[in-house]
């Protein structure tokens, strides 16, 4: 798999500014991205928490091409239809930007974005099944834009190393630690930093997303 995916975070902690265009994933378009302005509304929130928003189209081509590989690579964990359903075949599409619920169609082979859907491997024989599959990219994103964004350590530095943990429970925004095999799991869960600013940005992210500022309005 491509794993030279690199692109600036725009999640809930790094949002755009008004009037600003960007560009979100969605595999349900023949392009796999889609372009709109920044106003700051629902819509646009939604996108951003969801890692699907970018600031430049070649970013979210690169996103969404990623995308359609995670999803071949992985046929078993997410099941969508290996063989093109058949004429007017009920199926149900898998779509990440609304990862809780899917809507169906009727395949019709003729279409070309039936085709490009079934291409993009986001088409399942079940409701269920299409759901699962856009819960499991969200998670596979915002994990990609995490790590670029963060960059946490990926691999274990050496035993006696010092490194800092993203902590939202210590008053600094981090913790020191040395490394051994026991902090194995924080490594895993992309919580150590090499530096100490890396740890504070990534604990100060986690609690924008906890308690996230909410705009005053005035009359």
């Known amino acids: ?8 975070c725009t999640g809930v902690w790094r949002p755009f500014t008004a009037g600003q265009t960007y560009y979100y994933v969605d595999l349900t378009v023949s392009m796999g991205y ?3 302005i920044w106003t700051g509304d629902s819509l646009d929130s939604h996108y951003a928490y969801l890692n699907h928003a970018f600031p430049t189209w070649q970013q979210a081509d ?6 359609i590989e995670y999803l071949a690579s992985n046929q078993e964990k997410f099941g969508f239809m290996e063989n093109e359903p058949r004429e007017g075949q009920t199926v149900w599409i898998s779509n990440s930007l609304y990862p809780f619920w899917s809507n169906s169609i009727a395949y019709d082979s003729s279409d070309k974005l039936h085709k490009q859907l079934f291409k993009n491997h986001i088409l399942h024989a079940t409701e269920e099944g299409a759901i ?44 020191e630690i040395i490394y051994n095999s026991e902090f194995e799991y924080l490594l895993n869960n992309g919580l150590l930093f090499s530096t100490v600013e890396g740890a504070i940005q990534a604990s100060t992210a986690m609690k924008q997303l906890i308690n996230p500022v909410v705009p005053e309005f005035t009359s």
């Open 34 to 36: 889609s372009v709109w």
């Open 132 to 175: 699962n599959a856009a819960k499991g990219l969200v998670q596979f994103l915002r994990k990609e834009t995490a790590q670029n964004y963060f960059k946490p350590l990926t691999k274990a530095p050496q035993n006696g190393t010092k490194v800092y943990v993203a902590d939202v429970t210590a008053k600094e925004g981090y913790k």
């Open 62 to 67: 690169q996103a969404h091409l990623l995308a």
């Open 1 to 8: 798999m491509n794993t030279e995916f690199q692109f600036e």
